[in-house]
């Protein structure tokens, strides 16, 4: 697998995103690549158990046709249903370990800069798709992932046992992960790899034991109260914009854990009809973080108490509505000893620990895996950055995604290579 392959795919994926849940041209191309390899395809309405998936909010005939006009492959298009994501399975015939892999495949829901330094203005590969953009490298996650696809299939003949390659979708805002943790196709492995690419390190280096993953929870929480004339008779009302700002204003004044980090931020709030009508519906969007599960459960138990207390003092009624969740992640030690000593051989330089600071619904999947006796861990692939991640003028390092497939395939190797019978 060339790194020219690799880039072509990397830059047809960044010049046509898919946000979360709505992945269904990204999904397609796996799927037809994988197949035509010789996988055994599972798609997400098989995959992922669906009373687990939050923040989904699609209109699939739309989208498909959305896809369908920018180059889904056709067949596979008429055969995803209304979920996204896939898994291809690769047995080899011959007994031995379950081995997966998962790369994410949403895009971020960022418009994509269109100043002329920026790299993918310059090549033509930027996005098409306003208001979506690859700006976390999920786009490259992808490239790796069909890449060690083809580099895997060509390796059967000295393998043992099976692989499994999960293309999960909406990671972004820690959407998927759980329900496809919960579907039940990881019970049966022994060890899973997961990936970033360039969070906190530069091309050539690889992070084996990226730590300080937070726990969070996504919400959103709807107030209803009753419009009134707001000269008339106001006192008919009941304002539920004033309860949404009131419960905002107290959610930023949450007092922060003595025992760890926490953090909460609302992104959006909006509501209202008109200057002189009392507001009867208000909506605000917004997201907790902490160290640790029970600092995050803190948290968010603090949100839940703050809507109760100003719904009741404005008289309105309100529901809450997780969008998305993530819990902590820790690699299995014996994994990431055997992990360094194959990233040596590959040339690339280790650090042992540093922290990734932010939120992955990967972890989910880790512990589903760990739960079961097997092991996981989580690494990360550095690149150079043009910007930070989430930036509107982000880009990497193309480069480090050929180091990605020979690093991951020769885990696979070493974990599942067939010993040759000696002659004589």
């Given at each position: 697998?060339?790194?020219?392959?690799?880039?072509?795919?990397?830059?047809?994926?960044h010049r046509l995103p898919?946000?979360?849940?709505k992945e269904f041209?990204?999904?397609?191309?796996?799927?037809?690549h994988l197949?035509?390899?010789?996988y055994r395809?599972?798609?997400?309405?098989?995959l992922?158990?669906?009373n687990?998936m939050?923040?989904?909010d699609?209109d699939v005939?739309a989208?498909?046709a959305?896809?369908?006009?920018q180059g889904?492959?056709?067949d596979?298009l008429?055969?995803?249903?209304?979920?996204?994501?896939?898994?291809?399975?690769?047995?080899?015939?011959?007994?031995g370990p379950t081995?997966?892999?998962?790369?994410?495949i949403d895009a971020?829901?960022?418009?994509?800069?269109?100043?002329?330094?920026?790299?993918?203005q310059q090549?033509g590969?930027?996005?098409?798709n306003k208001g979506?953009m690859h700006?976390?490298a999920?786009?490259?996650?992808t490239?790796?992932g069909?890449?060690?696809?083809?580099?895997?299939?060509?390796m059967?003949?000295?393998?043992?046992g099976r692989i499994?390659?999960?293309?999960?979708p909406?990671?972004?805002?820690c959407?998927?992960?759980k329900?496809?943790?919960?579907g039940?196709?990881?019970?049966d492995?022994d060890a899973?790899?997961?990936?970033?690419?360039g969070?906190?390190?530069g091309s050539?280096?690889?992070?084996?034991n990226p730590?300080?993953f937070?726990?969070s929870?996504?919400?959103?929480?709807?107030?209803?109260g009753?419009?009134?004339h707001a000269g008339?008779?106001?006192n008919?009302?009941s304002n539920?914009l004033a309860?949404a700002?009131?419960?905002?204003t107290?959610?930023l004044?949450?007092?922060?854990?003595?025992?760890g980090?926490?953090?909460i931020n609302i992104g959006?709030l909006h509501g209202g009809s008109g200057?002189?009508?009392?507001?009867?519906?208000?909506?605000?969007h917004?997201?907790t973080?902490?160290a640790d599960?029970t600092l995050?459960?803190y948290?968010?138990?603090?949100?839940q108490?703050?809507?109760?207390?100003?719904?009741?003092?404005?008289?309105?009624t309100?529901r809450?509505i997780k969008?998305?969740?993530?819990i902590a992640?820790d690699?299995s030690p014996?994994?990431q000893?055997e992990l360094?000593?194959?990233?040596r051989?590959q040339?690339l330089a280790?650090?042992q620990?540093?922290r990734?600071?932010a939120?992955e619904?990967a972890g989910f999947?880790?512990?589903?895996?760990?739960?079961?006796?097997g092991?996981?861990?989580?690494l990360?692939?550095g690149?150079?950055?043009?910007?930070?991640h989430?930036?509107?003028?982000f880009?990497f390092?193309?480069r480090?995604m050929?180091s990605?497939?020979e690093?991951?395939?020769a885990?696979?190797?070493?974990?599942?290579g067939?010993?040759?019978?000696?002659q004589?």
């Open positions: 697998m060339t790194l020219e392959h690799l880039i072509l795919w990397r830059r047809d994926l898919e946000a979360a849940w041209r990204t999904t397609s191309l796996i799927a037809h197949s035509e390899l010789g395809i599972v798609l997400g309405d098989k992922l158990a669906s687990l939050m923040g989904r699609v005939a989208e498909k959305r896809a369908r006009r889904a492959h056709p596979w008429e055969r995803i249903g209304d979920v996204t994501g896939l898994m291809g399975e690769l047995d080899t015939g011959r007994p081995l997966a892999f998962r790369f994410d971020v829901e960022v418009e994509e800069s269109d100043a002329e330094q920026h790299q993918p090549e590969f930027a996005s098409h979506w700006a976390c999920h786009d490259g996650h490239a790796i069909m890449g060690l696809a083809s580099q895997l299939m060509a059967k003949a000295q393998l043992c499994k390659l999960f293309f999960q909406a990671e972004e805002g959407r998927g992960g329900a496809l943790a919960a039940g196709a990881l019970d492995v899973l790899l997961s990936l970033h690419i969070i906190h390190a050539g280096e690889l992070v084996i730590t300080e937070l726990c929870t996504k919400f959103d929480v709807h107030f209803m009753t419009a009134a008339l008779e106001p008919a009302g539920a309860a700002c009131m419960a905002t107290a959610m004044g949450i007092p922060r854990h003595r025992d980090m926490t953090r959006q200057r002189n009508v009392i507001p009867d519906h208000a909506e605000l917004g997201e973080r902490g599960s995050n459960d948290m968010f138990s603090q949100v108490r703050i809507v109760e207390g100003t719904a009741l003092a404005h008289g309105v309100y809450i969008q998305g969740e993530a992640l690699n014996a994994l000893t360094a000593a194959l990233a051989k040339g280790t650090i620990t540093r990734f600071g939120s619904d999947l880790m512990e589903r895996v760990q739960k079961q006796g092991e996981a861990a989580y990360i692939l690149a150079d950055l043009a910007a930070p989430h930036h509107n003028e880009d390092d193309e480090v050929q990605g497939v690093l991951l395939a885990w696979a190797r070493a974990r599942l067939v010993t040759e019978p000696a004589g």
